[in-house]
């Protein structure tokens, strides 16, 4: 798996990439000191997974996740701080980022890192336990109105859960192209670009 790594504390990074390389499956194939560094190192390195910094001086990470999405919306972003702040949390899941993680939770690193590459939303647990109440609406929402039926909402709710496409297919008795063509058809309906917009969506509507 190939990363780039962008967070303005050098030692941190250093850290971090020395931690991450251990693993033995993950390769830091770019680093860099501000976010006006990413746009272009995706560019030139096309990885996996970007890991990102918000905090930085000059472009900061969700401005910087904005641009990489907007140059590729299938990019696999990942944020990287030591905030729980509600208002990047909400800018996090706007942008359409894949999570957002604590950089002092360090067990949760690479496990976190691997989930997200395989499709998962990402979220630490003291961010994901904030996220209900930061997205919760008042107002009626009815997904049948929107066309879906139980069994595509069976499988938004799977989706909000965090499981990847094999991991509900067994759950609901399905094959993996299956599920793959009921969730192609759910973000048509929704209009919505991707699961991690689709997981954003469902907490919306709760």
């Given at each position: 798996?190939?990363?780039i790594l962008i967070?303005?504390?050098?030692?941190?990074?250093a850290?971090?990439?020395t931690?991450?390389?251990?693993?033995g499956s993950?390769?830091?194939?770019?680093?860099?000191t501000?976010g006006?560094?990413?746009?272009e190192?995706?560019?030139?390195?096309?990885?996996?997974?970007?890991?990102?910094?918000?905090?930085?001086?000059?472009?900061?990470?969700l401005?910087?996740?904005?641009?990489?999405l907007?140059?590729?919306?299938?990019?696999?972003?990942?944020?990287?701080?030591?905030?729980?702040?509600?208002?990047?949390?909400?800018?996090?899941?706007?942008?359409?980022?894949?999570g957002?993680?604590l950089?002092?939770?360090?067990?949760?690193?690479?496990?976190?890192?691997e989930?997200a590459?395989?499709?998962q939303?990402?979220?630490?647990?003291?961010?994901?336990?904030?996220i209900?109440?930061?997205?919760?609406?008042?107002?009626?929402?009815?997904?049948?109105?929107?066309?879906?039926?139980?069994?595509?909402?069976?499988?938004i709710?799977?989706?909000?859960?965090?499981?990847?496409?094999?991991?509900i297919?067994?759950?609901?008795?399905?094959?993996?192209?299956t599920?793959?063509?009921?969730?192609?058809v759910?973000?048509?309906?929704?209009?919505?670009?991707?699961?991690?917009?689709l997981?954003?969506?469902?907490?919306q509507?709760?």
């Amino acid at each position: 798996m190939r990363l780039i790594l962008i967070d303005d504390d050098v030692l941190a990074a250093a850290a971090l990439t020395t931690i991450l390389e251990a693993q033995g499956s993950i390769q830091v194939c770019a680093t860099g000191t501000d976010g006006s560094d990413a746009l272009e190192l995706y560019k030139t390195h096309r990885p996996d997974v970007l890991l990102m910094d918000i905090r930085m001086k000059h472009i900061d990470g969700l401005a910087a996740s904005a641009n990489v999405l907007f140059f590729d919306p299938k990019a696999c972003i990942l944020l990287l701080t030591t905030f729980t702040d509600d208002e990047y949390i909400l800018q996090a899941l706007k942008i359409g980022v894949k999570g957002y993680i604590l950089k002092q939770d360090y067990p949760s690193i690479v496990p976190a890192i691997e989930a997200a590459c395989s499709g998962q939303t990402v979220f630490g647990r003291e961010a994901a336990l904030k996220i209900p109440g930061l997205l919760h609406k008042k107002t009626y929402f009815s997904y049948e109105d929107m066309g879906i039926t139980k069994k595509e909402y069976e499988i938004i709710v799977l989706v909000a859960d965090g499981l990847n496409n094999r991991e509900i297919a067994d759950k609901i008795c399905l094959s993996e192209g299956t599920v793959r063509n009921y969730l192609s058809v759910i973000l048509d309906k929704l209009e919505l670009r991707d699961r991690t917009q689709l997981a954003v969506f469902y907490y919306q509507h709760l």
